[in-house]
């Protein structure tokens, strides 16, 4: 993710492009200057890896799925001012009474909809599992293996999986018993350590295997820092540079 040490967002890419990365995501568009965004891109020759749809509609929640399509095809637009990256959708929270079958029969109705949107476009959309131990109580999509089972049920080229390690760690997941033979339909990877979801290399997770389940599964696109540095910014990245071995 771009630091938060620049007010603006434009101000942000420059310094990540200063520091040597090239690439970066922040999270939701509405609340940024997207021609500062788009004109820092420009000069720096970065690129974004992914925004949020925005505002936060529920997949599974039959009553806002006109308000979810309309996010989404406002958000694949403002994509479109910016790179065209990746927008990131999330699934809702469990409704309540309402049986396992009928969550994912809403959901893969919701994704088809918005995936003819993204395919019009021409711009990825991809659906992150989150966890619901820590940050996200009632959150519906919190299996990669439901995350995968979707993106296969709604059978679109323009919609992936976003893949983040903290959050599968966080329920439990083996990565590579939920990732294998699966990994083409994954688009992005997202990273930060358990427990306190900070920088690589302070928690216990094993990032040398990890990176290297990760290789040997097949990802090759970039990986996301999306975490709570412990440490200011340069030394933060330099430790997480370390940690992931990169």
Not at 4 to 16: E, P, S, V, Y
Not at 36 to 59: K, Y
């Amino acid at each position: 993710m771009f630091s938060d040490t620049c007010a603006d967002m434009g101000d942000r890419i420059r310094a990540a492009a200063s520091a040597g990365y090239a690439a970066g995501e922040f999270h939701l568009w509405r609340d940024k200057n997207l021609e500062s965004v788009a004109v820092a891109l420009r000069e720096t020759g970065s690129r974004l890896t992914g925004a949020c749809v925005d505002p936060r509609r529920s997949l599974v929640d039959p009553a806002q799925q006109d308000e979810f399509a309309k996010a989404v095809e406002e958000s694949l637009a403002a994509a479109k001012t910016i790179g065209s990256p990746p927008m990131i959708i999330a699934s809702g929270f469990t409704r309540e009474g309402v049986s396992e079958e009928a969550h994912f029969a809403a959901a893969v109705a919701a994704l088809k909809r918005a995936a003819v949107l993204a395919e019009a476009a021409d711009v990825m959309l991809v659906l992150e599992p989150l966890n619901d131990r820590v940050e996200h109580p009632g959150m519906w999509l919190v299996s990669t293996t439901k995350g995968l089972d979707l993106v296969e049920a709604v059978g679109s080229t323009h919609l992936r999986l976003l893949y983040d390690v903290y959050h599968s760690q966080v329920m439990g997941e083996d990565m590579e018993t939920v990732l294998r033979g699966r990994m083409h339909l994954v688009h992005h990877v997202q990273v930060a350590d358990m427990p306190g979801r900070n920088e690589p290399g302070t928690g216990t997770i094993d990032w040398a295997r990890t990176m290297q389940t990760l290789r040997d599964l097949g990802y090759t696109g970039a990986i996301g820092l999306e975490y709570r540095p412990t440490l200011p910014p340069a030394e933060s990245l330099a430790a997480t540079r370390a940690a992931l071995g990169l």
